[in-house]
């Protein structure tokens, strides 16, 4: 597929000569066309071999041979759905299941199998008429058998409307004519919505616009580019794990400018597909444990809905492996919470087996990997609540004694457990190794899912839903996760490991419905906090490691601070990292005066590491203009007004690791935890500082306690201003910010609420807090020195 640029420049100056373009209505069709290699759905990209496993492509019999006519979305074994303009009445279909290429030819889990039955929509006119009700359902003379490759879709339930992003794919037209493509093409598409799709569509094709509100679904780009063709009829238009789209036509010529792509919306056809599909199957749900039994290993393979994570991403992962007659297998996840003690699950861990863990590794597969340690458990404390048995039920957490002690390293870290009051919300991150659907291996490739953390009380009303009022989730003992539309859930092998939430392991995986990551069935985790375990068993976690991280703080994870930047200076011929500062709008950065003062600076955006090289995302922009505040004395002197605005050679690009962190309004008091991010120095004699960004959890301390507390420390030198700073810090110290930490954000509740300026030396020392200008304090300086670009967030 052609990606198609628009100029909108060169257009205007040429128009004057070129031919208008006639817009038409027309059918992606189902006719026939030759096959070409390395070409692109109009817009997109190559798909992966299995990243779309309910794709399928509809063939038709021409005198003796079979060719791609549209696509089709799986939607059971014996049942596929596609377009009704695909599949008019006295033809011979077949559809191909399993493949990536058009060529593909006898390759793992490829089946192709002949269509019995074709059921087109009554209310279709047929005779190729560009219509509502273009939909179809192909049964097939045999069951596909499920596999990495060839899986079910699921659709969505009447009524639900999709929004926001969806994925495009097929091995449509790149462009209007010419050949499909060999390789299957995906694109990333807004929804349109319907009502704004209708008017476009009227703009271009007046009264004789066939698009329905309330059978139509549309994607597109307001400028064109991207979109579907010939070929790419009757496949899937994948948002939220569901199949929401059936594709049906567009204005050709295909991509043009504001012409939206045009589905069969299949919500509102759910009824009329479960009624004409009596043999599809419907999942019947039952509580499992993610189970304790050694399988296979398999490699390329995922965790359901998830990623492959990164070496070193989850350094607090471990793989729990028992002891068969002479070799060890991974059954189950572990979080390491302490030199000595890993938590996880108690039905992984009963009574009469031999078990070790494996930490530091990203592979299981991995043989003597930097960091790498392999340790005998040496006792197994199961929570005595807990049945045994294999039951499903609360209080399945166990605690694992180790025969000697980790050392910590980058690839292997503590993740503190929550204080007893604390509620996971919002997202939360699940890693593991466990199987990537219901049935077959684990992957060797630790994988990570981002999900969302379903409140307790709304996760007992679906678990009563799908299981009665006897199952087996507790609201004050479980915390639930998961996507209402299923594709992203723990399976088997994931048991016992972490949910990562806000700093802390809040769950550790217990478990869930099958089959995993089906329709509204969500994980349920065993929560982490004291209340599950005795709190004695626990000996002081390592809180600094040479040259590893921030004092008191942890590796932060890819993505988890997109507003975080490196500032750095100019040195005779290279550029070194002087302080970290917080995107506010694409073009301004905000970071402290005593950061600035002389120099030639730039900004790199999206990294975790200072080593990171054009990882995804990542940019590095000049500064082109430095403001400081003027109160700020220019003798680099510790005072209050340290604060700095950096404009932007030019604009950053927001993407998943790069993005704004809202200012407070003026007179925002910042109240309980707040975040700290940096590459400071590790502790106060450190020479280097972290390659990896480093983040710490940190209470604010009122400002008149603060100001206290540093007038003890430093008399009449106390240079801290109640109204223009802001602290934090823990009494005992161990946490704080030091040497390179200047200028980086403090968060809190999702605000920019301090830049970091000063701290007492040694950095981390006993009840020396860390000092910030209080972003508040500043809110109408930088709205004014910004241009308005930068307004404070509206609570």
Known sequence: ???????????????????????????????????????????????????????????????????????????????????????????????????????????????TVAVAQVINHALYPGNNIVAPNDVSLVRLASSLVYGISVQALPIPPRRYEARGEAILSGWGLIRTGGSIPDRLQFANLPIVPERECDEILTGFLGTRNPFSV??????????????????????????????????????????????????????????????????????????????????????????VGGFNAERNQFPYQVSLQRRGLITFSHICGGTIISPNWVLTAAHCT????????????????????????????????????????????????????????????????????????????????????????????????????????????????????????????????NVCSGIQFGGESACNGDSGGPLFNDGFVVGVVSWVLVPCGAFNAPSVYATANYSNYNAAYLDTPLKVSDGLQIIGGFNALRNQFPYQVSVQRLWILTYSHVCGGSIISSNWVLTASHCTTSGTYRVVAGIVLQTDENVFGQQTLAVSEIINHPLYPETDAVAPNDISLLRLSRSLIYVENVQPIPIPHRGYVAEGDAVLTGWGLTRPSALT???????????????????????????????????????????????????????????????????????????????????????????????????????????
Request: aromatic share 8%.
């Open 214 to 303: 309330e059978l139509n679904v549309c994607s597109g780009i307001q400028f064109g580019g991207e979109s579907a063709c010939n070929g790419d009829s009757g496949g899937p238009l994948f948002n939220d794990g569901l199949v929401v789209g059936i594709v049906s036509w567009v204005l050709v010529p295909c991509g043009g400018h504001n012409a939206p792509s045009v589905y069969a919306k299949t919500s509102a056809f759910t009824d009329w597909i479960v009624e004409n599909t009596p043999d599809a199957e419907t999942p019947v749900y039952k509580a499992e444990y993610l189970p304790a039994t050694p399988v296979n290993v398999s490699k390329n393979l995922r965790i």
């Open 689 to 795: 500082i972290p390659n990896h960004l480093q983040f710490a959890y940190l209470p604010i301390v009122p400002g008149e306690e603060c100001d206290n507390i540093l007038n003890d420390l430093l008399g009449d030198r106390n240079p801290f201003d109640v109204e223009l700073n802001v602290c934090s810090g823990i009494r005992n110290g161990g946490e704080s910010a030091c040497s390179g930490d200047s200028g980086g954000p403090l968060v809190n509740n999702g605000l920019l609420v301090g830049v970091v300026s000063w701290v007492l030396v040694p950095c981390g020392g006993h009840n020396a807090p860390t000092v910030y200008g209080k972003t508040s304090a500043f809110t109408d300086w930088i709205v004014q020195n910004t241009n308005g670009e930068v307004e404070p967030a509206i609570l």
């Open 350 to 477: 009963p009574d009469g087996n031999t078990y070790r863990v494996v930490a530091g590794i990203i592979l299981q597969s991995d043989v003597n990997v930097p960091g790498q340690q392999t340790i005998a458990v040496a006792q197994v404390i199961n929570n005595a609540l807990y049945p045994g048995n294999n039951v499903v039920a609360p209080n399945d957490v166990s605690l694992l004694h180790l025969a000697s002690s980790l050392i910590f390293g980058e690839s292997v870290r503590a993740l503190p457990i929550p204080p007893r009051w604390h509620q996971a919300r919002g997202e939360a991150i699940l890693s593991g190794w466990g199987l990537t659907r219901t049935g077959g291996s684990i992957p060797d490739h630790l994988q990570f899912a981002n999900l969302p953390i379903v409140p307790e009380r709304e996760c007992d009303e679906i678990l009563t839903s799908l299981l009665g009022t006897q199952h087996p989730f507790n609201e004050e003992l």
């Open 1 to 111: 597929m052609k990606f198609a640029l628009i100029l909108i420049a060169l257009v205007a100056a040429v128009s004057a000569n070129a031919d208008t373009t006639v817009y038409k209505a027309v059918y992606f069709p189902a006719a026939p066309v030759n096959v070409s290699t390395n070409l692109r759905v109009v817009g997109g990209l190559n798909a992966e071999r299995n990243q779309f496993p309910y794709q399928v492509s509809l063939q038709r019999l021409r005198l003796i041979a079979y060719y791609h006519i549209c696509g089709g979305t799986i939607l059971s074994p014996n049942w596929v759905l596609s377009a009704a303009h695909c599949t008019p009445n006295g033809y011979t279909y077949r559809v191909a299941a399993g493949i990536l290429l058009q060529s593909d030819s006898g390759v793992l889990g490829q089946q």
